[in-house]
């Protein structure tokens, strides 16, 4: 305890000295900060020429800024997923962004003007080259694997790309989706809260397969200099992800927020994200990307769902899903 | 309990009983009003939550009755056996419950799963037959971890350790003078059980299933990682989607509406199956319970045997998967570590303190207060608090202290439970001497009350220290400004790609919870030497 309130007695000293900087706050998600994410770059990076000080404050996002009922001290807020902008956007927390979003270099048509992307992936079935040498080439083949081939997936209703899957899914198959949950199910493993059990799971071999992302082959490529692990990638699409940037109305800082927003779109900022975000960067060819990275296999088609339309299928693919999984 | 609540048992605790219950209550219930006022409207639950309720409630019953099962052969033989290093295969065998349970189900998963030590062994067997016709096809015979039977297996394999400890706790406090009459009244096994180990046991096991009822009623990751898919929903998980998911309060307020009804039922019925054991007081000497010779013998030796491997096996496979990455861990996941040996202090003084000082009195409704936080979601009660606190101060300063209290009422139904037996027994055997000799208050409380609750005070700190280590706590919802605790770093890691890494931080939570937990424990059986 006395360490505590000796950091606590520090960080009072240190507030008092910084109170001249003007202070950014950033809401960011909790793996953002830590020294594996994005955050330390990114802080640096801004703190070099913006005359302030950054300061993010981790949580789970969207919740947080609900139970804060409006009165929220965050400036910005960085990591919102594509399947939260909806329901992000109707609180009226949000304020435009004005930036011009030429730069933009993502698949799909982006013309928010709300909610800036920086960085996007597709999820993917990923296995092991060393224990599966003929993966599946479509979609449709996930509907007939081989018997004993197990793949271990997230749930829709507590993780981002558990949704993801319901919804890809959803928009191949349509009316059909029950069906190919059903075909699906016997070589599902498992159902984890969130992506990291189910990778942890994949990669101490308990699973063939693990829904993922195209981008995760990236980093035991790179960070682990493993090769065997890959991407299926499938003829009918990828569903498309992507995290935004968005500038809280109520700010007081708003010439540093902004200015933020218009570092996010450039490449000084884009270039952090490949290898510290594993995922790709919104504005920049992919001729700039970090060596290594534009040679990564990436789908030829990319499915997206808006808003609107992803909000319209939500739930009855998660119900699908959910009573299909359940028999 | 026939005795009357007089006044006879007033130590310096049983004054603070009211304000400690009203306290802990509070602390209970206003977050979860907090969340009913902001929800606004009638709670309401979504459509799969009635099976969520069910599958919640016969699982954690069978995880309960199969943890009391196993509990009886398991303690009874180490209560009534000596070997060689019997008092470390107790100590280690304590370990499972102190786990973090993600880091459990992944020892579980080495040993069990498809991967595992198990089917490493089974694939040594022949291939399967059917109608005496070897089927190639088939293999040898393996077990899969993922299923139902996943999920019990990984609520005994948390919890009977638990059970087996308050067994024991239940057959060293039978005085040894009555296991010596039984034995000159040439007593058989079977009259000893009936006489003896019986009411003994009709005293403890429906205490101890309580708790484990309750602990797999909250049941969440190991159900659903385990469980193999949807079916396997818990009641929390779905207060997980509603909280953090949907951010719908309204269903969040009705499923925890529900787990406090289950939890309530559970204790009245728990209640009346209890009974005081009443074998009065002993002399306190320092014997071997007696044990049959035999047949008996080897059975005994079977069951610790069998129970020693089931508890150490995934327990060693976490140690031999985070040994290779402790040395390169960074420093900032050892300062973690600092801030969640302080964090895990603090709430087990806390704990223990408001544990000790609700068993000593006799008020019967300040018990059904100490179990309140027990039946209530970790989330809901940091989202509950989020609330009230936000209006005024700024909370992520405030991360820390709120996790310590979250964490000391989360323990306090672990303690209470382990603490109240005793203080019972104590009540009963030397209340009434205490109250001739007119010994009270500070002097009551330092010659009768502390050397006798001793064992179970330092046994009940550990385990509260153990839980809050492993807790992620409220830092789900809102990190601290002060820095994250070890649990929320090992949670990083994972999500970072950084899987040798988040097992060697998992390694070294599990090392520090039980270094923590055989400190104090150490302290209470420091007694009884």
Same mark, same amino acid.
């Given at each position: ?16 000295? $910084? ?159 029950? /069906? ?46 493993? /090769?065997?692990?890959?991407? /299926? ?28 927003? $218009? ?27 970090? $060596? ?31 009573? $299909?999984?359940?028999? | ?31 979860? %009003? ?139 406090? +039978? ?71 949907? !951010? ?15 939890? @309530? ?80 202090? @603090? ?44 209006? !005024? ?45 007119? +010994? ?33 706590? @409220? ?12 649990? @929320? ?37 420091? %007694?009884?030497?």
């Amino acid at each position: 305890m006395k360490s505590t309130l000796l950091a606590a007695g520090l960080s009072c000293v240190a507030l008092s000295a $910084a109170a001249q900087t003007p202070v950014l706050t950033v809401y960011a998600g909790d793996y953002f900060t830590s020294e594996w994410g994005p955050g330390p770059a990114i802080e640096t990076g801004f703190e070099a020429f913006c005359a302030c000080d950054l300061q993010f404050s981790t949580g789970n996002l969207l919740p947080r800024l609900l139970l804060e009922g409006g009165r929220t001290e965050a400036d910005v807020v960085i990591g919102l997923t594509t399947d939260v902008l909806a329901r992000a956007r109707a609180t009226g927390y949000f304020a435009p962004h004005g930036q011009d979003l030429g730069a933009l270099t993502l698949p799909v048509a982006w013309p928010d003007d709300t909610f800036l992307p920086f960085n996007w992936g597709h999820t993917a079935f990923v296995y092991d080259t060393t224990r599966m040498a003929e993966p599946p080439t479509s979609l449709e083949a996930m509907r007939t694997l081989p018997d004993g081939v197990t793949v271990v997936i997230q749930d829709p209703r507590t993780s981002i790309s558990g949704l993801a899957l319901v919804l890809w899914v959803k928009q191949v198959y349509g009316d059909q989706a029950p /069906a190919f949950w059903a075909d699906l199910a016997p070589h599902i493993l498992t159902v984890t809260k969130d992506w990291s059990e189910s990778y942890g799971l994949f990669t101490s071999g308990e699973a063939d397969m693990v829904l993922s992302y195209t981008t995760s082959p990236a980093y035991h490529l790179m960070a682990e200099n493993d /090769a065997t692990k890959k991407a /299926a990638l499938f003829p009918e699409g990828h569903y498309f992800m992507a995290e935004t940037v968005g500038k809280i109305a109520t700010t007081d800082q708003d010439e540093l927020a902004d200015a933020f927003m $218009a570092w996010v779109l450039t490449p000084a900022f884009q270039q952090v994200i490949p290898a510290a975000n594993w995922s790709l960067p919104s504005a920049l060819p992919a001729a700039e990307w970090p $060596a290594g990275w534009a040679d990564l296999p990436l789908p030829a088609k990319v499915l997206f769902l808006n808003e609107d339309e992803a909000e319209a299928l939500r739930v009855e693919a998660v119900e699908e899903w959910r009573s $299909a999984l359940s028999q | 309990m026939a005795q009357r609540p007089v006044a006879i048992a007033r130590g310096p605790g049983t004054r603070g009983a009211v304000p400690v219950a009203v306290l802990v209550a509070s602390l209970v219930l206003l977050p979860l %009003a907090a969340v009913f006022l902001r929800a606004g409207g009638w709670p309401r639950l979504a459509p799969g939550d009635g099976q969520a309720v069910w599958f919640t409630l016969w699982q954690a019953a069978a995880s309960a009755a199969l943890s009391c099962l196993l509990a009886v052969p398991v303690a009874r033989a180490l209560a009534r056996r000596r070997f060689v290093g019997r008092g470390a295969v107790i100590v280690l065998m304590g370990a499972p419950f102190l786990l973090p349970v993600i880091v459990a189900v992944m020892g579980l998963i080495a040993v069990f799963g498809q991967q595992g030590v198990v089917n490493d062994l089974l694939s040594l067997l022949p291939v399967r037959s059917i109608d005496g016709v070897p089927q190639p096809q088939l293999g040898p015979p393996s077990v899969s971890i993922y299923g139902v039977q996943g999920v019990l297996l990984a609520h005994v394999f948390l919890n009977l350790p638990l059970v087996v400890r308050m067994l024991l706790a239940g057959w060293q406090a +039978i005085p040894v003078e009555r296991f010596r009459l039984a034995q000159s009244l040439g007593m058989g096994p079977q009259a000893v059980i009936r006489h003896l180990e019986r009411p003994m046991l009709r005293a403890v096991l429906p205490g101890a299933a309580l708790v484990v009822f309750m602990v797999c009623l909250s049941s969440f990751a190991v159900a659903l990682t385990l469980g193999g898919g949807p079916g396997a929903t818990t009641i929390e998980l779905a207060i997980y989607q509603a909280v953090l998911f949907d !951010v719908d309060l309204a269903r969040a307020a009705a499923l925890s509406v529900v787990q406090v009804a289950l939890c @309530v039922s559970a204790v009245a019925v728990a209640g009346r199956v209890s009974l005081p054991a009443g074998f009065g007081a002993g002399l306190d000497r320092r014997c071997v319970v007696p044990g049959p010779v035999g047949w008996r013998r080897a059975v005994d030796a079977g069951w610790i045997g069998v129970a020693a491997l089931f508890l150490l096996l995934p327990l060693g496979a976490v140690v031999l998967r985070g040994l290779p990455g402790l040395a390169d861990l960074p420093p900032s996941v050892w300062a973690a570590a600092g801030r969640s040996l302080a964090v895990a202090s @603090v709430s087990a003084g806390l704990a223990v303190i408001a544990g000790l000082v609700l068993a000593l009195t006799p008020v019967r409704w300040v018990g059904l207060a100490a179990m309140l936080p027990l039946a209530t979601s970790g989330l809901v009660l940091g989202t509950g608090l989020f609330l009230l606190l936000h209006p !005024v101060v700024r909370v992520q300063t405030l991360a820390l202290p709120v996790t310590v209290l979250v964490n000391a009422s989360v323990a306090l139904p672990f303690v209470y439970r382990l603490i109240v037996p005793e203080a019972r027994t104590l009540h009963a055997n030397y209340g009434r001497l205490q109250a001739a000799l007119g +010994i009270k208050g500070w002097s009551a409380f330092r010659l009768v009350t502390l050397p006798r609750l001793r064992r179970v005070l330092g046994f009940a700190a550990g385990v509260a220290a153990a839980l809050s280590m492993g807790d992620l706590g @409220v830092n789900v919802l809102f990190a601290s400004d002060s820095g994250a605790t070890l649990p @929320v770093v090992v949670s990083r890691l994972m999500g970072s790609y950084r899987t040798d890494l988040a097992a060697a931080a998992a390694l070294l939570l599990v090392g520090l919870s039980f270094a923590l937990f055989a400190l104090c424990d150490r302290w209470g059986r420091h %007694a009884e030497v």
